[in-house]
């Protein structure tokens, strides 16, 4: 049971959260500026092939993570242009955008490696002592760059939304639009480029999936941006705590691994497996039913 | 500093195929408060969109000048000058304010004071605003949330975020729709306060008597038409009767109606409501109504006055069926209402009471359906075919003057008056024709409505009670209550706390209001 409190638990934790963390800010940022976004597991995945695609091509992880976020500002933007200006609802553009997604990376799969499950494997940051130590394991996850963008983004989401011009618009874009509007705010405009930050933020959690397993599989967000709009819900659209709440997920997550080397083989293994998502719908069923939603979520300035 | 003088020549206003201004030319010149009156629909707030640059306009020039060198003019079709915005600023009916935000950032919102890095500099604007409320008099308490904030501190918000702007000209739609009579006196003097300071102050309002105390200036619009465009004189202001008639008559095109009065009530009627002990907790522990006993005759009009929020709306309610955590007895005909358990029970509660809810995008339309579908709401499988659905829905139509007359019109499209038409319409054409009425209980019956459309709301008012119905009116227009009640009562902190005359003045019902037990 020791192996529940020490640094490789810790480790593990922090490592299975950054994804879902990630796809949390960037549903935050979505949502606070009023744009309904179910799409963010899509643009994990898209961000996460397109990491691996440009590495690949080019054995550079650090143009892998340029290409991702570009990859998911560009869809980001994508479903705003739909749902803002062409006016298609919402839920529709996101489900459309998820399975646009899971297709193109598929295609892409095929195309490119000829492969229906994986690509081959690459060469992704490599920073941080060598070992298999929990203090080496922690370092290693601390140390990687993409896992400090994520932090930097949880760090400054609160304050740009909060303490900043920006921010203060982008809350009233999605509490109010037409009030917004009618102080003279470009509404569109501002839910275009917060949706352009929500698809970057979502994105670098694509990429560090798909370093983290140095490669890309077919399908890998596996429902993490689901997960992650769970935690923007129970979060009450607040950053911070949306955080927290993913670093609860990965710790459940974590945990369950260790059970499950624990008791494998037995009946419960499986049981076990399921403890996380339990935990999400418990929590989610327990929480106050939509305390803190942006009031203007889903509404547009003018009909 | 003097405000612009805003030149409006000759503007058309387009929705759709549906024109909301035919032809408007009006002057607004700093110093004197604009009053600007006419019907619903008529096109009033859809002239100060078009003053301030929101409304898409198809013809005719807006043209702003002031001392400073500013001019401006935008023909139709041409997109409004940047300064524009800053300088004309507008209040709207329904308030553009985000509930989540506090006080001082919806008043900076728009107009944003950054320090380096875009990061907002709340306190510079916190200074510049108490700077204003200095000036003006008009407080609020910035740090609450908006959504705490009372109607009238809303308005006050809304004011000063169009002088922190730092507008001249200030347009307000029906300011006062949703004010008490002395939040409403205060409003106005600020406004006179203004525009002695050299404002520009344009007022969109229905009610008469604030016009003949407070303007200098008046216009009245008829069916997309300036038809009335002219200066009050203190002459004028001293024997307001004549001019009074004459704007009521350029409203309405024509001659006004006969003022309601309540009909006479006989010596020996017996009660028909008696409500006894009534008190409804809310969800935050609070005594919304705290022991609320009152007493209704059949034919007799009782008139509820009270500040908004001391438990109105859930008298209403609870009256229709609709608070089930109501304690108390409420007695109609002289049997006690049972508790409403089924949609079955309420319906049985009205075919004997008709209801309109205070607020009508709530509780009272449903604003994508149509006209038609909504003036029979709730009549489903008890009118006989789609011709008599049809007949009854014209008749109703034509019976309220609703405008345009439209079955097939979409409800959120009709002026805010109309649809109040719609909504009290229905209640008491239905409880008419109902074998079980017993009686009608109005929350704001006439708010928004204009004046011709008001006198035909108490005419079907009268009626109802003239057929021996009981008729409880709660309003914040005292002068509507006084004309129309036989007995007004002052709600107070959920509870009955005056019976008063209806020739009582409004100083003595104001002062009831606000719990001044001596009035
Ligand atoms: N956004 C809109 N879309 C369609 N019709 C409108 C719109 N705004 C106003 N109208 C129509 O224009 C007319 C004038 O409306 P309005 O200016 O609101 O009247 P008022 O303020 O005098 O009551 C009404 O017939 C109304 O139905
Ligand atoms: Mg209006």
Known sequence: MSSIFSLTMLAESIRIAVPYTCAAIGGVWAERAGVIQIGLEGILLTGAFTA????????????????????GVALSLGHGQLTERA?????ISGIALNLFALAATRMG???????????????????????????????????????????????????????TRFGLRVRAAGENPV?????????????????????AICALGGAHLAYDQQRFESGMSAGRGFIALAAVVVSGWRAGRAAL???????LEALQIVLQDEVRKTAIGDLIQTLPYVATLLVLALAPRRAGAPEGLGKHAAD | MRGPVMKIEDIAVRYGDCWSIRSAT???EPGVIHAILGENGAGKSTLLKAAAGFAPRVAGTVRIEDGRGFGAQDAAGDPKPQAWTNAIGMVHQHFMLVSAFTALENLVLGSEPTGSFGRLDLAKARREAEALMETTGLRVNLDARTSDLAVGERQRLEILRVLYRGARAILLD???????????????????????GGATIAVVTHRMDEVLRFAGHVTIMRRGRTVLSRPITADERDHPKRLEDELTRAIMGGEPPPEASPPALAEDAEVALSIEDLVLVDAAGKRVLDGLCLAVKKGEIVGIAGIEGNGQRELVRAVAGLEPGVAGSIVLGGARLPAVRSTEDLRKRRRAIAVVHEDRHADGLMLDATVGDNLVLGELGQIDGPAAEAALIKRRIDRFGVNPPDAARRAGELSGGNQQKVVVGRALDRIEASPERALVVLGQPTRGVDVGAAATIHGAIVAAAEKGLAVLVVSADLGELRRLAHRILVLHRGRIVTELPPTSSDDVIGRAMLGMEDA
């Open chain 2, 26 to 28: 009006i002057t607004l």
């Open chain 1, 87 to 91: 006016r298609v609802h919402a839920v």
């Open chain 1, 109 to 163: 799969l095929r195309a490119l490696y000829d492969s229906a499950s994986n690509s081959p494997g690459i060469e992704a940051y490599r920073f941080g002592p060598t070992g298999a130590t929990g203090g080496a394991m922690l370092l290693r996850v601390l140390a990687d760059p993409v896992f400090f963008l994520a932090l930097a983004a949880v760090a400054a989401t609160p304050f740009l939304l909060q303490r």
């Open chain 1, 245 to 251: 709440a993913c670093l609860a997920f990965g710790t």
């Open chain 1, 52 to 71: 691996v695609a440009v590495t690949h091509a080019t054995n550079s992880p650090t143009l892998g993570l340029v290409a991702a976020i570009a990859a």
């Open chain 1, 179 to 199: 009030a917004a509007a009618s102080v003279g705010i470009a509404v569109t405009r501002v839910r275009l480029t917060a949706l352009a930050v929500s698809g």
């Open chain 2, 174 to 196: 029906e300011p006062t729709a949703v004010l008490s009579p002395l939040e409403a006196e205060e409003l106005y003097t600020t406004l006179g306060a203004l525009a002695e």
